[in-house]
């Protein structure tokens, strides 16, 4: 089992890069987002990665963070998602997107993926929805992307956007978590935390205080 890669990159294409460990390549698929990241060619990249093994096909696909390569072992799960169509979900909505759809049981948001119709998007839902607390409290420590080597002399260094959902991930896995130690249950108290993270604070005292608010008994 092949579960992280760290070398240098070979190229990038439109759906897999070529990672070279060690004067071996390696080819791994990845999402739109995870692409977005790759640095230039000869920088150092590293990945976590889930091995795809059939009778006739071995197949590599990369994540940056462990909550990611969980997300999209969940997806492969569901009857009708391959791995590429996980892939697809992964980089429309990204980690914290997808915890935040599925708690929220947001069907739409997941058939905005490309090659997801409204019937599978609702499969996804109905079949992860119980399952997601799990993996977004994974994201507290899934959140943070694998160490890459140090840049050799005159290679360019690892050029990579910061992922706007990271941190908010971490406050999701966070608030969550905090939420559960509270006595909540994990579906309530992911529905409720995806809601306020919805509405657009990522910190986590305040995912926590607008939770427990949204969670306080009606009058």
């Known amino acids: ?19 070279d460990v060690g004067g071996v390549g390696y080819l791994v698929y990845c999402s739109d987002r995870t692409l977005a990241r790759m640095p230039p060619p000869g920088g150092p990249v590293a990945l976590y990665t889930e091995l795809l093994v059939r009778e006739d096909l071995l197949q590599l696909f990369g994540f940056l963070t462990l909550a990611e390569r969980e997300w999209h072992r969940l997806l492969v799960s569901v009857q009708g998602v391959g791995a590429k169509a996980a892939l697809s979900v992964l980089g429309a ?56 080597p140090a840049p050799e002399p005159g290679a360019p260094a690892l050029v990579a956007p910061p992922a706007p959902d990271e941190a908010s991930a971490v406050a999701t896995a966070e608030a969550l978590s905090a939420l559960v130690n509270l006595g909540y249950a994990p579906g309530e108290a992911a529905a409720a935390v995806a809601e306020v993270a919805a509405e657009g604070p990522t910190e986590t005292p305040t995912l926590i205080r607008a939770a427990l608010k949204r969670l306080a008994p009606k009058a």
């Open 1 to 19: 089992m092949i579960g992280k890669l760290t070398g240098r990159l070979d190229y990038r294409a439109l759906d897999h890069v070529l990672i």
């Open 93 to 148: 909505l990204g980690a914290d997107g997808l915890s935040r759809a599925l708690a929220l049981g947001d069907a739409a948001a997941i058939k905005a993926a490309p090659g997801v119709g409204p019937k599978l998007a609702q499969r996804i839902v109905l079949e992860l929805k119980a399952k997601s607390p799990g993996v977004i409290a994974l994201g507290a420590a899934g959140a943070r992307a694998p160490s890459t």
